[in-house]
């Protein structure tokens, strides 16, 4: 079976994103690439129960079927115009609830939370266009332009990433930080304040942070350095399960 890795790295997704809540039945669509060919899900399958030997392979040049049995996702276009326009190892794309909502009432999630430098800071909403059309996938590969994630109008969000597990990790940051902007917006109604941004400075000094103490990763606590604190990394450890990190980029 070819690209059998990446398959069932997709299966193995879309169990994921299922658990979670943000994928229902055959909405969404995942790939992943390898070299000349991509690992796509098939169209009108429930994402969250496909196997492995139902993924399709396809070329990267045309988006001839390479191997599989199943049709390809509808979303060929965007997956094939995305991987042309970047240099993402993964694509994961489903219509999760608050990611949409915002898509219809803004026209991006503005840099409200420190962890969405991971994803090129704000997020912008790509225009609308029917889905499985060149059009749309010239929209999103726009709205993607130094980002990780972008919204879909009236349709859904997408993300990409180095792996396949890292692009569901950018999927989930996106829908965490619309529904993070959402609730301040809900706040806002009632108080008339509008949602803070980070500034340019503060921005700057957060990616220094994350440079120099390794951000999102775990490490052992240091031995004691003689000031009976244990050492300097002990407050940064506890980071570590936010929902991505700016450092891994
Ligand atoms: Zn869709």
Redesign the pocket.
């Known amino acids: 079976m070819l690209l059998s890795e990446e398959r069932a790295a997709l299966a193995e997704a879309g169990r994921r994103l299922a658990a979670r809540g943000l994928v229902i039945g055959t909405?969404?669509?995942l790939s992943a690439r390898a070299g000349d060919l991509v690992a796509v899900t098939p169209t009108g399958g429930v994402i969250g129960e496909l196997t492995a030997g139902q993924m399709t392979v396809i070329s990267l040049a045309d988006g001839s079927v390479v191997d599989g049995d199943l049709a390809p996702t509808s979303?060929v276009p965007m997956h094939l115009a995305i991987y042309r326009a970047t240099g993402a190892a993964a694509i994961a794309?489903?219509?999760a609830t608050t990611s949409t909502a915002i898509g219809l009432i803004a026209d991006e999630i503005p840099l409200v939370h420190y962890t969405m430098l991971g994803l090129g800071g704000a997020v912008r909403v790509a225009e609308y266009a029917c889905?499985g059309t060149e059009q749309l996938a010239e929209h999103v590969v726009k709205a993607l332009e130094f980002k990780q994630a972008a919204l879909?109008r009236n349709?859904?969000s997408i993300a990409v990433g180095s792996s396949l597990a890292k692009a569901v990790d950018n999927l989930e940051l996106c829908e965490w930080a619309a529904q993070t902007y959402h609730q301040a917006l809900l706040a806002s109604a009632v108080t008339g304040r509008p949602p803070r941004e980070l500034t340019q400075s503060e921005q700057e000094e957060v990616i220094m942070a994350a440079l120099s103490s390794g951000y999102g990763t775990t490490k052992k606590i240091q031995a004691d350095d003689g000031d009976g604190n244990g050492g300097d990394g002990g407050d940064t450890a506890g980071d570590s399960d936010a929902p991505a990190d700016g450092s891994r980029q």
């Open positions: 909405s969404g669509n979303e794309h489903t219509h889905y879909l349709h859904g």
